[in-house]
């Protein structure tokens, strides 16, 4: 069982001179295809002598078969800056557990993910939904976390200070959606539409805040100048998880839904009930997920126990939706986030996920990853809170608890793989059949906009729909063909989205086994 005394990252290594990365960031990689791991099969995925290549050829694949010089070019703006956290995190963690190899592999994606921070659309994104912009926060938040790992080189200074302006530049934009005249709290999901006070957007700004709060630098680009740890971030993600965590978004099995509109409402000057009182009953996976790394954060922050506790439980609610009981015992029916143990959304079942859609599983396993790192313990010093022995120990085993069940998913995640190593979006292969043939449906009070796009009666008074501008954003509707020997074929087929999210659930499978 493993614990750290850093006082920087609860969980940061920090590598001799002799690894930095190198100063010339201009270099490209070139595509080579990387070849697949043939030698590993899905039940050998249980010890990291195995998960690990595995996981690193996650990333190989991404990046040969999807990067593009200076982004993913099949992406939209929110799932780029998704697999850019993604990827800086799995160059951490390469670092990490990968000994004297890992040295090539992290400098030649480092310089690719270098190169998106030019290819950012930042422009567009600034005038899409509140949800959006805190993607970006969180994408360059990991990259500075990814930078404390090498030497303070000034090159290196300088990448951190141009990160701690976007993020920052990007959750000032983001927190004006926050208000309390509507629902007593809460951040709405857009200006454009009518009021929507949804679970994404408000784990984001727990997320984002404390992120900022514990890892961004002092911005001396923007004006006026933001010291490092500004208390301003703490306070705004404390208020933030205490309006989510009371406003009445969970369901019957303790997840999350997907928001609030608010009944009768017309403008700022007619506005209904003001209340949080017609909810979605949409559940997502990514819903489940994003929060998770907003606790562990406030708990790095304040030390308070509730948060991490909060974290767990609902972890054990996740695992639970997904029918599974033990690793040798699941439940084959749909039991609201999958079936036979394996996390899946409504839309992974008929291959009609959106591109939206295909992006919620690595999502939830990037931030779930986040929430089960080791706490910090040891003498207090900095800024991050260090627990006891016996509070590292009693975080570790239930984060141990749920090693089989993350196993569980990895394997049936790597057993979707194509032959040139792409994952798919549908990891419940053998349930397919029957499960298109009688899918499950999202409850009573649905809208299941991420999949179906955004319902007329959503717009403002006067307002036409927003046109919806990306080729593939929705998803394509039930594709059930029978006996399918890959579905993953069908529907939106594999992307980029997919493949990130394979990435994610190694990278969590990597962690679990080298932490436990």
């Known amino acids: 069982m493993r614990f750290s005394t850093n006082s920087l990252h609860p969980y940061l290594i920090f590598l001799p001179g002799a690894f930095a990365i190198p100063t010339d960031f201009s270099v490209e990689t070139s595509h080579v295809k990387r070849d697949v791991v043939p030698e590993i099969t899905p039940r050998q995925l249980g010890t990291s002598q195995q998960s690990f290549p595995a996981m690193v050829n996650a990333l190989e694949v991404m990046q040969s078969e999807f990067w593009g010089g200076s982004n993913w070019p099949l992406g939209i703006d929110w799932t780029e800056a998704v697999f850019n956290q993604i990827e800086w995190a799995a160059l951490n963690s390469i670092a990490r557990y990968g000994g004297t190899s890992a040295a090539g592999t992290v400098n030649q994606y480092y310089s690719q993910l270098l190169n998106f921070y030019n290819g950012e659309d930042v422009t567009a994104i600034m005038n899409e939904k509140y949800d959006d912009m805190q993607w970006v926060v969180l994408e360059w938040l990991e990259a500075i976390k990814f930078l404390t790992l090498y030497e303070n080189t000034p090159q290196n200074q300088n990448s951190i200070a141009e990160f701690a302006h976007r993020a920052r530049s990007f959750w000032d934009a983001a927190s004006q959606g926050w208000n309390t005249t509507l629902c007593g709290g809460g951040m709405v999901w857009t200006w454009t539409l009518l009021p929507y006070k949804n679970a994404i957007t408000n784990e984001l700004y727990v997320s984002s805040s404390i992120g900022m709060y514990l890892y961004s630098p002092a911005d001396n680009i923007g004006s006026p100048p933001v010291p490092a740890h500004d208390p301003k971030y703490l306070n705004a993600a404390v208020e933030a998880y205490k309006w989510l965590?009371?406003?009445?978004?969970?369901?019957?099995?303790?997840?999350?839904?997907?928001?609030?509109?608010?009944?009768?409402?017309?403008?700022?000057?007619?506005?209904?009930?003001?209340?949080?009182?017609?909810?979605?009953?949409?559940?997502?996976?990514?819903?489940?997920?994003?929060?998770?790394?907003?606790?562990?954060?406030?708990?790095?922050?304040?030390?308070?126990?509730f948060y991490l506790d909060d974290g767990h439980t609902l972890v054990s609610n996740v695992i639970a939706a997904t029918g599974w009981i033990s690793s040798t015992e699941q439940n084959s029916t749909w039991s609201g986030l999958g079936s036979n143990g394996t996390l899946q959304d409504v839309c992974d079942v008929t291959n009609s996920c959106s591109q939206d859609g295909q992006n919620f599983k690595g999502v939830f396993f990037s931030h779930f990853t986040s929430f089960c790192e080791p706490l910090a313990v040891g003498q207090a010093e900095g800024i991050i809170f260090k627990g006891t022995i016996a509070q590292a120990q009693a975080h570790q085993a239930k984060c141990d608890s749920y090693k089989d069940w993350v196993q569980h998913n990895a394997q049936a995640a790597y057993r979707t793989r194509n032959t040139t190593g792409v994952y798919g979006g549908n990891w419940n292969v053998p349930a397919t059949d029957a499960a298109c043939a009688s899918p499950p449906?999202?409850?009573?009070?649905?809208?299941?906009?991420?999949?179906?796009?955004?319902?007329?009666?959503?717009?403002?008074?006067?307002?036409?729909?927003p046109a919806v501008s990306n080729v593939g954003l929705i998803g394509t509707g039930p594709s059930c063909p029978p006996n399918t020997t890959d579905p993953n074929t069908l529907g939106r087929g594999r992307t980029p989205e997919t493949q990130s999210g394979g990435l994610a659930v190694m990278m969590a499978l990597v962690q679990a086994e080298e932490s436990s």
Not at 288 to 294: A, E, F, H, T
Not at 441 to 465: H, M, V
């Open 441 to 465: 449906q999202q409850p009573a009070g649905s809208s299941d906009y991420r999949n179906k796009g955004i319902p007329s009666n959503w717009t403002l008074p006067g307002l036409a729909p």
């Open 245 to 305: 965590s009371t406003i009445g978004l969970t369901n019957s099995q303790g997840l999350y839904v997907d928001g609030f509109h608010i009944a009768g409402y017309q403008n700022a000057s007619d506005p209904g009930t003001g209340n949080c009182d017609q909810r979605d009953e949409d559940v997502y996976t990514y819903n489940q997920g994003v929060v998770l790394s907003g606790l562990r954060g406030l708990w790095d922050a304040t030390g308070e126990e």
